[in-house]
């Protein structure tokens, strides 16, 4: 049986961060990965999705040592377009103080996987690709320790477990259910938790595709935080997705005449591949799908990419067992903002360094220390928007561009009431959800509901 200081279950963003940091304490670290193939990767590695790009503040939460390479980079930025049914915002700023120069930066995923994984083994840590684990094995007498068995029959006995296994939650399940009481894990099972999302890879006409800048339709489809975006790549290329709630029923969608990518005879949701092309033929009502062709060598298989988006709140980890959560098992991504590998690479980091120190009882004030204002917000922004239909979509970035400062820098109470009493009352009832989520209360399990 194979011992190690810290092993860590997922080998993605989240996983190889926690790795290199633990390592990098003179911990005993192995990142563990059971290894998918991409089109665009020679190996195998974590199954990893292209997101829509980093965020300039985003860049500070990652708290990195060194710039992401330029190989990583794709496209820098500057702004982005929410489109509304009749209204719509252009951002070219985000508004939140950062050290990065410009509003943010596409990147190709898996050179940024591979980037992380190579710091992690350069700092000390073993990556491990081509198996994953099977079942864990937690002994939770005295000082807790975690027997790992691997599909390919390995046994490895950690003082430390980091489960960074996704969305999905398939290992972290295993660990985290026991500890709850009965019923409780059920609100973080994948089936129920999560949003599907769906992206092809398709070729643009040049004088369509904006280079420098995100897109996002909202109000277009139905579903909570259910929305299709153009993303830009190299050359005219851009990643063309969506992402709607898992099992969503049309007979419960009220005006379903106002999603413009519905049709009347639609008895059930449109699958992604029709979603888009309905999309490319409504944003750009003089050419068709054709126009727009797939790349069969981009993604992961043939120029698509399917994969599940945390919707849930986040979680607190059961340090007093020894275990933390991060990335997307924690709920650290977001259905909202389709993308968390900011969150994800900072809370592995901060996991991996406590880790390391043998420190990790501090791990869930850590997180939130780091990366907790970003969560609030998002957690807020969801539920504000959860019951949103078309025309709410187009009062509220109505209202957002009346608040928008004149000079840049982020919305204040004095902009909100300088764009009269819809924008007040927007501005108030975000700041007092806020409020209410204080102090962690964004969280839907706390460290206090485990069992250790």
Same mark, same amino acid.
């Given at each position: 049986?194979?011992?190690?200081?810290?092993?860590?279950?997922?080998?993605?963003?989240?996983?190889?961060?926690?790795?290199?940091?633990?390592?990098?304490?003179?911990?005993?670290?192995?990142?563990?990965?059971?290894?998918?193939?991409?089109?665009?990767?020679?190996?195998?590695?974590?199954?990893?999705?292209?997101?829509?790009?980093?965020?300039?503040?985003?860049?500070?939460?990652?708290?990195? &040592?060194?710039?992401?390479?330029?190989?990583?980079?794709?496209?820098?930025?500057?702004?982005? @377009?929410?489109?509304? =049914?009749?209204?719509?915002?252009?951002?070219?700023?985000?508004?939140?103080?950062?050290?990065? =120069?410009?509003?943010?930066?596409?990147?190709?995923?898996?050179?940024?996987?591979?980037?992380?994984?190579?710091?992690?083994?350069?700092?000390?840590?073993?990556?491990?690709?081509?198996?994953?684990?099977?079942?864990?094995?937690?002994?939770?007498?005295?000082?807790?320790?975690?027997?790992?068995?691997?599909?390919?029959?390995?046994?490895?006995?950690?003082?430390?477990?980091?489960?960074?296994?996704?969305?999905?939650?398939?290992?972290?399940?295993?660990?985290?259910?026991?500890?709850?009481?009965?019923?409780?894990?059920?609100?973080?099972?994948?089936?129920?938790?999560?949003?599907?999302?769906?992206?092809?890879?398709?070729?643009?006409?040049?004088?369509?595709?904006?280079?420098?800048?995100?897109?996002?339709?909202?109000?277009?489809?139905?579903?909570?935080?259910?929305?299709?975006?153009?993303?830009?790549?190299?050359?005219?290329?851009?990643?063309?997705?969506?992402?709607?709630?898992?099992?969503?029923?049309?007979?419960?969608?009220?005006?379903?005449?106002?999603?413009?990518?519905?049709?009347?005879?639609?008895?059930?949701? =449109?699958?992604?591949?029709?979603?888009?092309?309905?999309?490319?033929?409504?944003?750009?009502?003089?050419?068709?799908?054709?126009?727009?062709?797939?790349?069969?060598?981009?993604?992961?298989?043939?120029?698509?990419?399917?994969?599940?988006?945390?919707?849930?709140?986040?979680?607190?980890?059961?340090?007093?067992?020894?275990?933390?959560?991060?990335?997307?098992?924690?709920?650290?991504?977001?259905?909202?903002?389709?993308?968390?590998?900011?969150?994800?690479?900072?809370?592995?980091?901060?996991?991996?360094?406590?880790?390391?120190?043998?420190?990790?009882?501090?791990?869930?004030?850590?997180?939130?220390?780091?990366?907790?204002?970003?969560?609030?917000?998002?957690?807020?922004?969801?539920?504000?928007?959860?019951?949103?239909?078309?025309? &709410?979509? @187009?009062?509220?970035?109505?209202?957002?561009?009346?608040?928008?400062?004149?000079?840049?820098?982020?919305?204040?109470?004095?902009?909100?009431?300088?764009?009269?009493?819809?924008?007040?009352?927007?501005?108030?009832?975000?700041?007092?959800?806020?409020?209410?989520?204080?102090?962690?209360?964004?969280?839907?399990?706390?460290?206090?509901?485990?069992?250790?």
């Amino acid at each position: 049986m194979q011992r190690v200081d810290v092993a860590v279950v997922g080998g993605g963003p989240a996983g190889s961060s926690a790795g290199r940091a633990a390592a990098a304490e003179g911990a005993d670290a192995l990142v563990i990965e059971k290894g998918v193939p991409r089109a665009d990767r020679e190996g195998l590695g974590p199954d990893s999705t292209d997101a829509a790009g980093i965020l300039d503040y985003w860049v500070d939460i990652m708290d990195l &040592d060194v710039p992401i390479p330029e190989h990583v980079k794709l496209r820098e930025l500057s702004g982005a @377009d929410f489109i509304g =049914p009749n209204a719509s915002v252009e951002m070219d700023e985000t508004g939140i103080d950062s050290s990065y =120069p410009n509003f943010g930066f596409t990147f190709q995923r898996a050179r940024m996987d591979d980037w992380l994984r190579k710091r992690a083994e350069d700092a000390g840590a073993e990556y491990r690709v081509g198996t994953g684990v099977r079942e864990v094995e937690s002994d939770l007498r005295g000082s807790p320790t975690h027997q790992l068995t691997l599909k390919d029959g390995t046994e490895i006995e950690a003082e430390y477990l980091i489960l960074a296994d996704g969305p999905q939650r398939t290992i972290t399940g295993q660990v985290l259910e026991p500890l709850l009481p009965d019923g409780q894990y059920d609100g973080l099972a994948s089936t129920t938790a999560n949003h599907i999302a769906y992206q092809e890879y398709r070729e643009f006409p040049e004088e369509l595709l904006e280079t420098d800048r995100l897109k996002f339709w909202w109000g277009h489809m139905p579903g909570h935080t259910a929305y299709p975006w153009v993303f830009p790549n190299d050359g005219q290329v851009a990643r063309v997705g969506l992402t709607m709630p898992i099992g969503l029923d049309l007979d419960t969608v009220e005006n379903r005449e106002d999603y413009a990518l519905l049709r009347p005879e639609d008895e059930r949701v =449109p699958a992604g591949k029709e979603y888009i092309s309905r999309l490319l033929e409504h944003a750009y009502p003089s050419y068709d799908a054709e126009d727009f062709p797939l790349l069969e060598d981009r993604g992961k298989a043939k120029g698509t990419e399917t994969y599940p988006i945390s919707s849930t709140r986040p979680i607190e980890s059961p340090t007093a067992a020894n275990v933390a959560v991060v990335g997307g098992a924690m709920g650290a991504t977001s259905a909202f903002h389709e993308g968390g590998d900011h969150v994800a690479i900072r809370s592995g980091k901060e996991a991996g360094r406590l880790a390391g120190l043998g420190a990790l009882r501090a791990y869930n004030y850590e997180w939130k220390r780091a990366i907790g204002e970003e969560v609030r917000r998002n957690v807020v922004l969801a539920d504000m928007v959860r019951d949103y239909g078309p025309s &709410d979509w @187009d009062r509220v970035f109505g209202l957002a561009s009346a608040m928008q400062p004149d000079e840049g820098g982020r919305t204040d109470w004095l902009d909100a009431i300088r764009a009269g009493p819809g924008a007040l009352k927007l501005f108030a009832q975000y700041q007092w959800g806020k409020f209410q989520v204080r102090d962690g209360g964004y969280c839907q399990v706390r460290e206090g509901d485990y069992s250790v």
